[in-house]
C-alpha cells in the first residue's frame, strides 16, 4: 500500500514542469550530474512543493468577505441574545422579569373606561398582497412588509416592485394591489421579537381592554393621507368606528394614541371629519369634542424630522451613512452591482407620505444659516455636566468663561445641508446667493450620471448641474425645499399637491380649507373641542439627525446618486460625528419637532388652537437597559422602543382609565424644549 502511495505521488508530482534555469548554479557540471541521477530528481521535485508551500501569501480580504463577517456577528450576536432571554430562569437571583405596569395598576384598582384607538407611524404597520404580477405567484395575502421579511430575500427586486407606488398618481401601478393588514396584528410586531405596540396591548389588557374597546387604525402608510381616504376610504372608516366604539362603551369618549407619522395622519383626520363632503367626512364643527377624550401623541413628528431630507437627497440616515464608511462595496460594488441605495430612493420616491415629514415652518422653526432654536446645546454628556456644575458656581465670575465656551460650542443647525464641513462653519457672509435657475438648465441630453440598470431622477441632470448644487454649499429648512424640487421635480409637483410646509398668515383664508394644508399645524386650527386634551409624549436624551454634511460621490464610479453623507466628517464639535450633527431627541424626532406645538404653538388660546385646548409635555429620558432581561430598555426614550417604557405605558393607561393631564401631574420635562421654543419668534 505504501509503495502505491509513493508511485501515486510521483506520478502526480512529475508533471510538474521545472526549467533547467530554475536551477542553475556556478558550478554547471554538478547540476547535469544532478539531472542525470533519477533520485536526485525526484527528491528535488518533491522538494518544490514545499517551498512553494512556505512562500505562500495569507489571503487578502475582499470587502464582501468583510461584509459577510459583519452580517455573521450581528446575527450571531442577536441570535444569542435571543437564546439566552429565553432561556433564563426568571426565579434566579437578580434576573426576576419586572411585574408588567398593567398588572400593578389593576391592583390598584384601575379598569377599562375609554375606549381606545392606537394608530402606527411610517413603515412599522404591516402591508400584504392582495394582486400582483407573475413574480409574485403564492403571496396572496401574504406580508410584503412587516412580518420575517423572508419572500425580500427570496425575490427582493419583485418585492420592492411591488411595494411601489405608480409614480404619477402616487396610487396602485397596474396590475398590482398591496393593501395594510387589519386589526391589531397589523403593527404589534414589526419583525419576530421587535415589538411595536406589543407591550402596550399588552398591558391595556390587563386592565380590561380587548376588542370590543380597543382598535388599531391600520392605514397604507405609504399614500399621502386624503389618497388613503381615495383609495380604501381609511379615514371614513376610522370615522365609523370611533363612533361605534362610542355609542357600545356607553358614550365614552376614545382616547387616541398615534404614534410618529401617525400623529400628523389624525391631525389631518381632525379637520377632515369636520370638513363637508366631498373632500370631508361631514362630522360638523362639534364632532371631536364629543367623540375625543384625549390625544396621546407618542414621538410626534408635528414639524417634520430632518432625516426625511436625508432619504430624499441620498436615500441615506446615520446609520447608512455609518455602514458605508465602514464596508463602502455593501451599498455601491461595482462588482456586485447591488446598486442598494438607488434601488431604495426609487422605491422610496414614489411614497408620498415621505414628503409629509419634510421639516415645516422653514427658518423661523428650523434656523437659518447663523441661528437655530437649539444654540448652546451641548452634545458631550461630560461637557454638559461640567456646564452644570459651573452654573452652581459663582455666577458673576464664571458668566465670561461660559460665554465663551458656549461660543466655541455653537453648533449652526439651521444648515440643514451643508456641501463639505467647512460650508457647516463658514460665516453665512462667506455665501453667495442661491440661484437655482442656473442649476435647473441642466438637460437630459449633457452625460448622464448613470451607467446602471436602476432609474432615478438624478439620470435626468447633467455633471455640470450637479455639481453646481454641490458650489451652493448650505441649505436651510427653505432653501432645501428648492434644493428637492430642482433634484426630484417629479416627486415633488406630485406630493406637493398633498402637503405644505409653511407657516400661514392668516388662517381664515379660505384656501387653508384645502386638505393639503390639513397635517401641518402651522397651516390650520385644532378642531372646536375645549373639552379635550392634547400630549406630547417623546423621549429625549439621545442622539437625534438634525443637519448633515454632504459631499459629491466620486465620478468614477457607476451610480445614480451623485450625493453621499461624508462619513469622515468629524470634529472637535462632539454633535457632528460621520457627517452628522446631532441634537437632543428620540434618535428620529428632535425634541423641536415633538414638543413645540405643545410648549408654545397651541399652549393657551392662541390662533392654531382658538377653542384653547388643554396641552401637556411628558417627556421620557432615556436609560439605557441594565440587563437582558429588560429587552430594549424599561426606561427606553428611543422612538419605538418608548412603546416599552413603564412610564410612558402607565400615563396611557391612566388616562385610558380617566384620569386627566392635571392628574399625572402636568408637563414632565427633561430637555430644553421650553427654552427652544421661547427662542422661536412666531405670531401666535
Not at 395594510?180 to 397589523?186: K, Q, S
Not at 361631514?282 to 414639524?303: Q, R, Y
Not at 409635555?617 to 424599561?634: D, F, V
Not at 405605558?649 to 414632565?668: C, M, P, T
Request: hydrophobic share 35%.
Amino acid at each position: 500500500m505504501a509503495s502505491i502511495l509513493r508511485f501515486r505521488k510521483l506520478c502526480i508530482l512529475v508533471p510538474v514542469k521545472c526549467s533547467p534555469v530554475s536551477y542553475e548554479s556556478h558550478d554547471a557540471p554538478e547540476a547535469e550530474k544532478k539531472e542525470d541521477s533519477p533520485i536526485s530528481a525526484v527528491e528535488q521535485v518533491s522538494e518544490k512543493p514545499q517551498v512553494k508551500k512556505n512562500k505562500r501569501q495569507p489571503k487578502q480580504w475582499r470587502c464582501i468577505d468583510k461584509c459577510c463577517w459583519i452580517i455573521g456577528y450581528i446575527c450571531t450576536t442577536w441570535w444569542l441574545i435571543l437564546f439566552s432571554f429565553n432561556c433564563l430562569t426568571a426565579n434566579l437571583p437578580g434576573l426576576k422579569v419586572p411585574e408588567p405596569p398593567g398588572a400593578r395598576l389593576r391592583r390598584e384598582g384601575l379598569t377599562a373606561l375609554h375606549p381606545v384607538v392606537l394608530v402606527p407611524g411610517i413603515v412599522t404597520g404591516g402591508l400584504e398582497l392582495w394582486e400582483g404580477k407573475p413574480c409574485s405567484e403564492g403571496l396572496f395575502r401574504k406580508r410584503l412588509w412587516g412580518g420575517n421579511f423572508a419572500e425580500i430575500f427570496k425575490r427582493p427586486l419583485c418585492l420592492l416592485e411591488h411595494l411601489s407606488l405608480d409614480n404619477e398618481t402616487g396610487l396602485d401601478p397596474p396590475g398590482i394591489r398591496v393593501r395594510a393588514v387589519a386589526g391589531l396584528v397589523a403593527a404589534d410586531y414589526f419583525a419576530p421579537g421587535y415589538f411595536v405596540w406589543a407591550n402596550l396591548i399588552e398591558n391595556l389588557a390587563k386592565i380590561g381592554y380587548e376588542g370590543k374597546n380597543m382598535y388599531m387604525a391600520a392605514y397604507d402608510w405609504r399614500l399621502s393621507f386624503q389618497n388613503t381616504e381615495i383609495r380604501d376610504q381609511t379615514l371614513s372608516i376610522l370615522k365609523s368606528q370611533i363612533e361605534l366604539m362610542y355609542l357600545t362603551n356607553g358614550r365614552k369618549k376614545v382616547v387616541v394614541v398615534p404614534h410618529s407619522m401617525g400623529v400628523i395622519y389624525f391631525l389631518h383626520f381632525l379637520k377632515w371629519v369636520e370638513a363637508p363632503p366631498p373632500m370631508g367626512g361631514g362630522g360638523g364643527p362639534d364632532w371631536c369634542n364629543k367623540h375625543v377624550k384625549a390625544i396621546m401623541n407618542i414621538g410626534p413628528a408635528f414639524l417634520g424630522v430632518p432625516k426625511a431630507v436625508g432619504s430624499l437627497l441620498s436615500a441615506e440616515s446615520k446609520d447608512v451613512a455609518f455602514l458605508r464608511a465602514m464596508a463602502p462595496g455593501l451599498f455601491s460594488s461595482k462588482t456586485l452591482g447591488l446598486q442598494t441605495l438607488e434601488h431604495a430612493m426609487r422605491v422610496g420616491r414614489t411614497w408620498d407620505s415621505v414628503i409629509s415629514l419634510l421639516p415645516k415652518g422653514g427658518e423661523t422653526i428650523w434656523g437659518n444659516l447663523d441661528w437655530s432654536p437649539e444654540e448652546g446645546h451641548v452634545c458631550d454628556s461630560l461637557k454638559k455636566r461640567q456646564l452644570q456644575a459651573s452654573a452652581s458656581d459663582d455666577k458673576g465670575n464664571n458668566s465670561d468663561s461660559r460665554r465663551a465656551f458656549h461660543v466655541k460650542e455653537l453648533t449652526k443647525y439651521g444648515r440643514i445641508v451643508s456641501f463639505g464641513k467647512n460650508a457647516s462653519e463658514l460665516p453665512s457672509s462667506q455665501f453667495s446667493p442661491l440661484v437655482f435657475k442656473v442649476v435647473s438648465g441642466s438637460s437630459t441630453n449633457s452625460a448622464s450620471v448613470s451607467c446602471g440598470k436602476v432609474w432615478t431622477e438624478y439620470n435626468e441632470m447633467s455633471h455640470d448641474s450637479i455639481r453646481r448644487v454641490a458650489e451652493n454649499k448650505a441649505y436651510t429648512a427653505e432653501t432645501v425645499m428648492d434644493l428637492l424640487r430642482l433634484v426630484a421635480p417629479k416627486l415633488m409637483q406630485r406630493a406637493e399637491a398633498q402637503f405644505s410646509h409653511g407657516i400661514a398668515e392668516d388662517l381664515d383664508d379660505p384656501k387653508y380649507n384645502h386638505y393639503k394644508y390639513w397635517s401641518n399645524p402651522l397651516e390650520t386650527k385644532l378642531p372646536n373641542a375645549p373639552d379635550m386634551e392634547i400630549y406630547c409624549l417623546y423621549g429625549a436624551g439621545l442622539p437625534t439627525e438634525r443637519s448633515y454634511v454632504y459631499k459629491l460621490t466620486p465620478s468614477d464610479r457607476c451610480k445614480s446618486i451623485p450625493f453621499q453623507i461624508d462619513g469622515s466628517a468629524d470634529g472637535s464639535n462632539s454633535c457632528l460625528k460621520g457627517g452628522v450633527y446631532f441634537g437632543d431627541g428620540d434618535e428620529s424626532v428632535p425634541v423641536i419637532s415633538g414638543g413645540f406645538m405643545c410648549a408654545k404653538g397651541w399652549r393657551g388660546r392662541t390662533r392654531f388652537n382658538p377653542s384653547g385646548i388643554a396641552t401637556y409635555i411628558r417627556e421620557y429620558h432615556h436609560k439605557a437597559p441594565t440587563s437582558l432581561l429588560e429587552g430594549r430598555g424599561l426606561e427606553s426614550g428611543s422612538h419605538v422602543a418608548i412603546m416599552g417604557n413603564v412610564a410612558f405605558i402607565e400615563d396611557v393607561l391612566r388616562v385610558a382609565a380617566g384620569a386627566s393631564g392635571a392628574g399625572l401631574g402636568g408637563d414632565k420635562v427633561y430637555s430644553d424644549i421650553m427654552r427652544m421654543s421661547e427662542r422661536i419668534d412666531i405670531r401666535l
